[in-house]
């Protein structure tokens, strides 16, 4: 299954600027998605990160592959209109900078769940070489109102 823009809002509850992910390019609901993020300059976060020399933060790369991996379990029915949470990053490594024009494919499997909370291994990845994996631990609740 492939989501649009609209259909990824439709899953997650991030907006801008803090939805990370544009478009999905598959997805297997409670088993796996691939995302595409396009970094540009125009970024809020270049600002700061760091002037004169542009970096996408790793935390922020780190975030694109949760929302990669939380589109896969919010796809679920019995989990439309809850709320993936980040519980935890092990495994973290960086290996090369995110800069504007990047376009990163974003891979996230879910490898174990246990009730409402698992595990997932993910991974970015620009120009076919890997800039990050890490894997990725969640809980899956009821969005508060």
């Given at each position: 299954m492939k989501l649009t823009i609209d259909e990824i809002r439709e899953?997650?509850?991030?907006?801008?600027?803090f939805l990370l992910i544009d478009?999905?390019?598959?997805?297997?609901?409670?088993?796996?998605?691939?995302?595409?993020?396009?970094?540009?300059a125009n970024e809020p976060f270049f600002a700061g990160h760091f002037p004169g020399?542009?970096?996408?933060?790793?935390v922020l790369i780190l975030e694109a592959l949760a929302q990669t991996g939380a589109v896969a379990l919010l796809s679920e029915p019995?989990?439309?209109?809850?709320?993936?949470l980040f519980g935890g990053v092990k495994q973290a490594r960086f290996r090369a900078p995110v800069v504007p024009g990047d376009v990163l494919t974003l891979e996230c499997t879910l490898t174990?769940?246990?009730?409402?909370?698992?595990?997932?291994?993910?991974?970015?990845?620009?120009?076919g070489?890997?800039?990050?994996?890490?894997?990725?631990?969640f809980a899956v609740t009821d969005r508060q109102t």
């Open positions: 899953i997650l509850p991030h907006r801008y600027p478009r999905v390019e598959e997805c297997e609901p409670g088993k796996y998605a691939r995302a595409i993020k396009c970094v540009t020399y542009s970096v996408m933060p790793g019995e989990n439309r209109g809850k709320i993936a174990r769940r246990m009730g409402s909370v698992g595990r997932g291994e993910a991974s970015a990845s620009s120009g070489a890997v800039v990050c994996a890490a894997e990725l631990s």
